[in-house]
Each structure stands twice: as C-alpha cells, then as structure tokens.
Nanobody, 116 residues
Framework: QVQLVESGGELVHAGDSLRLSCTAP????????MGWFRQAPGKNRDFVAG????????YYADSVKGRFTISRDNAMNTVYLQMNSLKPEDTAVYYC?????????WGQGTQVTVSS
C-alpha cells in the first residue's frame, strides 16, 4: 500500500505565501517523479507542478509559473510546494501524486483557501 500525506493548507489572504508538504511514511520515493495537483469545487483535478526523481527538472502549469516552486528532499522523503503571491483562484484541495508503474497514487489532500 502506498500512502501519501499532505499538509500545510490553510486559509490565507491574497498575496500571502504557503508551503505545502507531502511525505510518504514508511516508503521511499527517491526513485520516482512526484507531482502536485489541485481540484476546485465542481472542477477537474488539474496538474500544478512536477519534479523529476532527483529534482533536476521541474514543470509547472502556466497559471502558477513564477509564483509556485516545487522541490524535494529525498533524504527526508518529502516533496514541497512553495506558493507565493496567492490568488483567490488558487483556492482548491491540493493533492500529492506519485506514479509507480501503471498506477497513480494520491494523498488525502490539503485545503488551501485564499480570500480576496
């Protein structure tokens, strides 16, 4: 069983910053690319950011480029999402993702709410 645990979401004001974390208790993910997705009410789950297994390459949705930064600490088995200059449209549940073989694994999500 693959378990991912997200944390760090909260209610903030527009322009604030947050850092989300994703850990994997009891399992190492240093060999796998990781990603962050988000889902707003009534909408699809969308890609936000991705990072290769060693952190050498990162990828972002256009809507967050220049504001969000994904990083990882393989020694701590943790992936981060630093979110700056938050906007109300960033409000969503944020999910951590790892793909192992043909399967996608998700955490339970962490709620980020940005008030205007």
């Amino acid at each position: 069983q693959v378990q991912l645990v997200e944390s760090g979401g909260e209610l903030v004001h527009a322009g604030d910053s947050l850092r989300l974390s994703c850990t994997a208790p009891g399992r190492t993910f240093s060999s796998y690319a990781m990603g962050w997705f988000r889902q707003a009410p009534g909408k699809n789950r969308d890609f936000v950011a991705g990072i290769t297994f060693n952190g050498d390459n990162t990828y972002y949705a256009d809507s967050v480029k220049g504001r969000f930064t994904i990083s990882r600490d393989n020694a701590m088995n943790t992936v981060y999402l630093q979110m700056n200059s938050l906007k109300p449209e960033d409000t969503a549940v944020y999910y951590c993702n790892v793909r192992i073989g043909p399967n996608d694994y998700w955490g339970q999500g962490t709620q980020v709410t940005v008030s205007s």
